[in-house]
């Protein structure tokens, strides 16, 4: 079973900070871009941060400066280290795969079943 699996969610106070990780695991063939999105309650799902397969990066300007995200292509782990955090940033956090998983077709999407990110004093 191919899966995405996101970790390091939890509380912080304001200004502290948290990394997730996100393992992809299964018959994987390949990977390509990853990222992470998150979605506040009563708000859609937004992009936080996207990095392709060779490292490219992208970041939602709301998270431009404090938050870095990387992968480790060799592990098949995806990373987000955020600091500074803020109450705005309280949300389940989702990790995204493109990813190869059959010898027949292509890359198709995955998504981790996400991990809470709460920040509040």
């Known amino acids: 079973q191919v899966q995405l699996v996101e970790s390091g969610g939890g509380l912080v106070q304001p200004g502290g900070s948290l990394r997730l990780s996100c393992a992809a695991s299964g018959r994987i063939f390949s990977i390509g871009n990853m990222g992470w999105y998150r979605q506040a309650p009563g708000k859609q799902r937004e992009m936080v941060a996207i990095i392709t397969r060779s490292s490219s990066l992208n970041y939602a300007d709301s998270v431009k400066g404090r938050f870095t995200i990387s992968r480790d292509n060799a592990k098949n782990m995806l990373y987000l280290q955020m600091n500074s955090l803020k109450a705005e940033d309280t949300a389940v956090y989702y990790c995204?795969?493109?990813?190869?998983?059959?010898?027949?077709?292509?890359?198709?999407?995955?998504w981790g079943q996400g991990t809470q990110v709460t920040v509040s004093s």
């Open positions: 995204y795969a493109e990813m190869k998983t059959r010898l027949v077709g292509g890359m198709s999407d995955y």
